[in-house]
C-alpha cells in the first residue's frame, strides 16, 4: 500500500491567493482527518469525514477554509484568500476504524508571504 | 476543553539508557491511547498502541497506562541515536461518535552518543 498521498510537498504562495492541498487516503479506510501543525499550537485538528461526510468541522478556523471529500479516495482543503498566519504544514491521516490509530500523509509545508 | 498534556523537553539522555516520556489526559473515558514518533520534517508515525491497564511491550519500547490516575508513558529501554524525535501522546476523546484522537504537543528526546 502507497499510504496516505499528499500533494503538493511544498506551497510557496502570495497573501490573498487560494491554495488547495489535495490528500488521498489508504484504499479502504473510512474516515480522513486534516490536521494542522506549528510549533506553537501542535497538531490541530481541522477537520474530520467519515465515509466522506463531514463529522466535525469545528477546527477549521475561519470561513477561508473549506474542505471537501467527493469520494472515498479524494479530498481538499483550500484556503481562500491565504494570509501569513495561515503558513504551517498541514497534514492528512486516515484511519480503518475507531479502534486504530491514524495514518499520517508527508503533509504540505504551506508558506504563505 | 479534553486536553492531552505533555512535558515539552527537551528530555536528555545518554545512549543505552532507558528513557521515559510522560503524558496525561483529562477525558476519563478515553478507551485509546497511542504514541507516536515524529522526526524533524516527517510526518508522525504510530508506534505503540494500548487501550488496558497495565504495560505492553514491543520490542524496546514498554507503554504504561494507568486509568486511575489518567496518566499514560513511554519507556524506551537501550536508547540509541536513532531514538532522537518528538513523541507525541494521542488520546480518543469518545463524543458519541465523534472518536478523534487529541494529540499532545510533543517531549522532544535527545539521545546523546
Known amino acids: 500500500d502507497a499510504g496516505v498521498i499528499q500533494s503538493p510537498r511544498h506551497e510557496v504562495t502570495e497573501m490573498g491567493q487560494e491554495v488547495t492541498l489535495r490528500c488521498k487516503p489508504i484504499?479502504?479506510?473510512?474516515?480522513l482527518f486534516w490536521y494542522r501543525q506549528t510549533m506553537m499550537r501542535g497538531l490541530e485538528l481541522l477537520i474530520y469525514?467519515?465515509?466522506?461526510?463531514?463529522?466535525?468541522d469545528s477546527g477549521m478556523p475561519e470561513d477561508r477554509f473549506s474542505a471537501k471529500m467527493p469520494n472515498a479516495s479524494f479530498s481538499t482543503l483550500k484556503i481562500q484568500p491565504s494570509e501569513p498566519r495561515d503558513s504551517a504544514v498541514y497534514f492528512c491521516?486516515?484511519?480503518?476504524?475507531?479502534?486504530?490509530?491514524?495514518?499520517f500523509g508527508s503533509g504540505t509545508r504551506l508558506t504563505v508571504v | 476543553q479534553k486536553e492531552v498534556e505533555q512535558n515539552s523537553g527537551p528530555l536528555s539522555v545518554p545512549e543505552g539508557a532507558i528513557a521515559s516520556l510522560n503524558c496525561t489526559y483529562s477525558?476519563?473515558?478515553?478507551?485509546?491511547f497511542f504514541w507516536y514518533r515524529q522526526y524533524s520534517g516527517k510526518s508522525p508515525e504510530l508506534i505503540m498502541s494500548i487501550y488496558s491497564n497495565g504495560d505492553k511491550e514491543d520490542g524496546r519500547f514498554t507503554a504504561q497506562l494507568n486509568k486511575a490516575s489518567q496518566y499514560v508513558s513511554l519507556l524506551i529501554r537501550d536508547s540509541q541515536p536513532s531514538d532522537s524525535a518528538t513523541y507525541l501522546c494521542a488520546v480518543y476523546n469518545s463524543g458519541g461518535s465523534n472518536y478523534k484522537l487529541t494529540f499532545g504537543k510533543g517531549t522532544l528526546l535527545t539521545v546523546n552518543p
Open positions: 469525514f467519515n465515509n466522506n461526510v463531514p463529522i466535525d
Open positions: 484504499s479502504g479506510h473510512n474516515s
Open positions: 477525558d476519563r473515558v478515553s478507551q485509546s
Open positions: 491521516a486516515s484511519r480503518l476504524g475507531t479502534a486504530y490509530g491514524y495514518t
